[in-house]
């Protein structure tokens, strides 16, 4: 963990016909952290993933992700500062647009590619970083041809690091749902993200799975060198895994700490612990 | 694959099942053997009526293909086929009679020309989905059809367009060479839509059908590839138009009919979304077996609409029975031939990338 931010959620709200599902909330997550965003059922939780990610449009507030020069294109390098990044506002941009910056997300139920091999679902989370136009990929050109020999062997190490290359050419169809998650997982990392969001990883999953779950999640920190946000309704799993956790209720900010902090956090207890007692 | 001592070692015959195995090899023989089939029927093997019912079926296997890519891979739905095809056999009339620009220009035309107004279209259609873009692009075959009737220079009306055989590179074409060319933009066709399925723009359409969210949140801008996936299924509409025109040596409104739009759907189906040569097969089916076997049958084979009673009922079945159709039959057979431990269907573009040379 460092202390500089890699996203900061500034007053964000976003109502639904009337009901504020987000109500003014802000938070920060620092550089190579792994975060916590806890809320009973309908606190909003997804709803904050949905306005990062921009597949919902905030009402009020901006979103600041921290992305490096490497990746600006076009307008968005006039942004640099002197430490050779940008601190660019989310809101507004196209969804597609957003990994590109260094952000990438997973689904709450699981969503990949079922009539693809684990391989190629795995590449498509390398979509933007292929170079050769549409032409040369239907002529099959060299540049076509070097790319994707480059990225199916990146695919192929991702697959290795999570411990399932070996069902790298089986289809995703018909896989347990440990393994799809782990592919969910790899597809992320394919893009090398400053941030990932997992959506509810342990959902699904037994026990052993879980315990595993977590060791991954540290793994994925301390070897690709991304922060890991996650949204998380298995307790145990946020409070042996998240350095930080944010809670909140009804869309509002409730607290922000460490593990042990939100557990003797009383507003916490009362509106989530305190429930489940 | 850079294993010199393999290739060394391996036999004539090994070398040539290897060879087969590469998809490409695969249509370039596939071709080679359908270029036989006319001089079958010069030397009085095959009927001339029998190479006719093959060429059409050739035809509209190309038109198929671009509707795989667009229904099967892209999970978008088009009814308006045939609307594409018959713009693409009037222009190919117009270039090549009317305008007496010769076949380069004609075949150009049928293909720019369609392609451009299929992006236009999409770019309007795209944004709906389902069933109202079936609906969008019924009206847009609507529309071209009641054109074709209308626009009397272009297309001759209802009295309909006469056109002859193409002259090529000086050569005057006959039935046989036109059937040549016809497997030609066959193979190729089948080789392009290959390339696009193999790699990431296929790994892209993949993604779009299975989950909009999940295309857009891995980079995937859905519009643009909603209209790839389009204006290349009326690139091969328009194709299968020139050809069609090229081989019949005339067009009628009629011809672009839902009907043929349906029965290209029922090709697709039958065929077997997402596979090539499933494709072939399902045009084979769906159009040859009613011109060659069953118009032949005793008291069945006088039954109006046959053709349409039979794909039907081999839509419905397929979709009761065998979802993956021919190609999940195929599949079937040939399983129990499959080495231990290999995946029922392979990894797409498995065998591809061993022959990547590291450049």
């Known amino acids: 963990m460092s202390d500089q931010e890699v996203l900061r959620i500034d007053h964000l709200s976003i109502s639904f016909g009337g009901l504020k599902a987000l109500d003014d909330l802000s938070f920060g997550i620092f550089d190579r952290e792994i975060f916590g965003l806890i809320g009973p059922n309908g606190a909003g939780k997804t709803t904050v993933f949905n306005c990062v990610t921009q597949f919902y449009r ?18 968005d390098r006039q942004a640099v500062d002197a430490s050779g990044q940008a601190r660019l506002n989310l809101v507004g941009r196209p969804v597609h ?15 990949v590619v079922k009539e693809l091999s684990l391989l190629d679902n795995v590449l498509v989370g390398g979509h933007v970083d292929f170079k050769a136009t549409m032409a040369e990929q239907l002529l099959r050109l060299p540049r076509a041809r070097r790319e994707e020999k480059l990225y199916r062997d990146k695919a ?29 997982m790899a597809r992320t990392l394919m893009a090398e993200p400053r941030l990932i969001i997992l959506d509810e990883p342990a959902a699904g999953l037994n026990d052993t799975e879980t315990e595993d779950l977590s060791q991954t999640i540290r793994q994925i920190r301390d070897n690709y060198d991304c922060a890991v946000w996650l949204v998380e309704h298995d307790m145990r799993l946020v409070m042996s895994v998240c350095e930080r956790i944010c809670a909140i209720s009804f869309g509002k900010f409730l607290a922000l700490g460490t593990p042990s902090e939100i557990q003797g956090n009383k507003v916490v207890q009362e509106a989530y612990l305190g429930e489940q007692e | 694959m850079s294993t010199s001592t393999v290739t060394r070692t391996a036999s004539p015959l090994n070398q040539l099942v290897k060879a087969l195995r590469n998809a490409h090899v695969q249509f370039i023989v596939f071709g080679a053997l359908l270029c036989l089939l006319p001089f079958l029927a010069k030397a009085g093997l095959m009927r001339n009526s029998t190479l006719s019912t093959l060429a059409f079926v050739l035809i509209y296997a190309i038109i198929a293909l671009g509707l795989n890519l667009l229904l099967g891979y892209s999970g978008l739905i088009s009814l308006g086929t045939a609307g594409f095809v018959g713009l693409g056999a009037y222009l190919a009339a117009y270039f090549q009679d009317d305008l007496g620009l010769g076949f380069w220009a004609a075949l150009l035309a049928a293909l720019v020309i369609p392609t451009f107004i299929g992006l236009l279209v999409g770019f309007v259609s795209l944004r709906v989905r389902s069933i109202y873009l079936a609906i969008a692009s019924l009206c847009i075959a609507e529309i071209l059809l009641k054109t074709f009737e209308q626009l009397d ?26 059937f040549i060319i016809i497997v030609v933009a066959l193979v190729l066709g089948m080789m392009l839509i290959h390339n696009t399925v193999h790699g990431q723009l296929g790994r892209a ?26 204006s290349m299924a009326t690139l091969y509409a328009g194709l299968g138009g020139a050809l069609y025109l090229f081989f019949l040596r005339s067009s009628y409104p009629s011809t672009w009919n839902l009907f043929m739009s349906l029965n290209i759907i029922a090709m697709v189906v039958v065929g077997g979304l997402r596979s090539i040569f499933g494709t072939v097969a399902g045009a084979f089916v769906i159009f040859a077996v009613p011109e060659l076997v069953l118009k032949k049958l005793p008291v069945i084979g006088d039954v109006a609409g046959l053709p349409y009673i039979f794909s039907g009922l081999l839509i419905v079945l397929v979709i009761m029975f065998f979802p993956n159709g021919l190609k999940g039959l195929a599949d079937l057979v040939v399983r129990p031939f499959r080495r231990r431990g290999q995946a029922p269907t392979p990894a797409p573009s498995q065998p591809e990338t061993e022959e990547v040379a590291p450049a």
Do not use: C
Not at chain 1, 156 to 184: C, I, N, R, T, W
Not at chain 2, 217 to 230: E, P, Q
């Open chain 2, 153 to 178: 220079w272009f297309t001759h009306g209802t009295a309909g367009k006469q056109s002859r055989f193409p002259v090529l590179f000086g050569f005057q074409t006959d039935r046989s060479t036109v």
């Open chain 1, 97 to 111: 647009s957003i990994i590109r910056l260094g952000l990438v997300r997973t689904f709450q139920n699981v969503e």
């Open chain 1, 58 to 75: 905030p009402d009020a507030g901006d979103v600041f992700l921290t992305v490096d020069q490497s990746r600006l294109s076009g307008h």
């Open chain 1, 156 to 184: 192929m190490s991702v697959l290795e690091f999570l411990g399932v290359d070996h069902l790298a050419g089986q289809l995703a169809g018909g896989q347990p749902y440990g393994v799809l998650k782990k592919l969910e």
């Open chain 2, 205 to 230: 359409l993949h993604t779009m059908r299975s989950s909009e969210v999940a295309a857009q949140a891995m980079g995937v801008n859905v519009l643009k590839y909603k209209l790839f996936a389009f």
